[in-house]
């Protein structure tokens, strides 16, 4: 990692230490004024604890985004060989709810082993899964699936959502973009997966067009 990178990981770490203390406080307190009947002042007040209690969590959320986007800046490399299919089947229990709810099916090939960072590895199949769950116009359908590249293994996972514009392609890795505002987005999980594959010497990019779904892929080197 050089100075610069270095520097980025260690100023959002301590912005992300330093914010989420406060804003853990706003929404306990918050939280316990909603619950505290008598103390209400007015018909509205329940409302606007409420509006308050939403902020403080949309806030909490996004100091975890960027705690997470400083991690993925510093990517623990390794020669151990690293089970993408495993990560692949924890990530679908955790993500095990939104499967659910949104009638997804999740389908998988058999998939390779990979020296790299277990963690931050799995932190980018978890953001392109979630990332396929939202972005949907029906129910999803996810499969992911791995090419073998000579000397890399090229990872894909493709959905059959609405599609990104061709003009949109490259601008959805960069911090904070969104293409669809969904609740509880932070417009960092694409930017996360980028830092952690480039961090591991890969690329990333997507393949798309209106209406026809989107395949994300990704390259990791076999050494």
């Known amino acids: 990692m050089d100075e610069h990178r270095q520097e980025l990981r260690d100023f959002l770490l301590r912005a992300c230490h330093d914010l989420r203390t406060p804003v853990r406080a706003v929404r306990t307190n918050a939280e316990l004024l909603l ?22 969590a949309s806030a909490d ?4 985004a960027l705690s997470n986007y400083a991690l993925a800046l510093r990517v623990e490399r390794n020669s151990l060989p690293v089970p993408m299919a495993v990560l692949w089947n924890t990530v679908k229990v955790k993500l095990a709810g939104d499967i659910r709810d949104s009638g997804a099916e999740v389908t998988e090939d058999r ?8 963690d931050r590895l799995m932190q980018v199949l978890e953001n392109l899964l979630r990332n396929a769950i939202q972005n949907r116009s029906g129910a999803p359908r996810i499969h992911m ?4 590249g000579g000397t890399e293994w090229i990872f894909a996972i493709r959905d ?23 609740r509880g987005s932070t417009g960092l999980g694409l930017a996360i997966c980028r830092e952690i594959v480039e961090g591991h010497g890969g690329k990333i990019w997507a393949e798309s067009a209106m209406g026809e779904g989107t395949t994300f892929r990704f390259n990791l080197p076999k050494e």
């Open 35 to 56: 619950k505290s009947r008598e103390k209400r002042e007015g018909p509205e007040f329940d409302q606007v604890l409420g509006f308050l209690v939403d902020g403080a």
């Open 61 to 64: 959320v996004l100091v975890q």
């Open 111 to 118: 998939l390779p082993r990979v020296p790299g960072d277990p």
């Open 145 to 148: 699936h791995a090419e073998d």
């Open 160 to 182: 059959n959502g609405p599609g990104i514009a061709a003009d949109d392609l490259q601008r959805i890795f960069r911090p904070f973009e969104r293409l669809r505002r969904e």
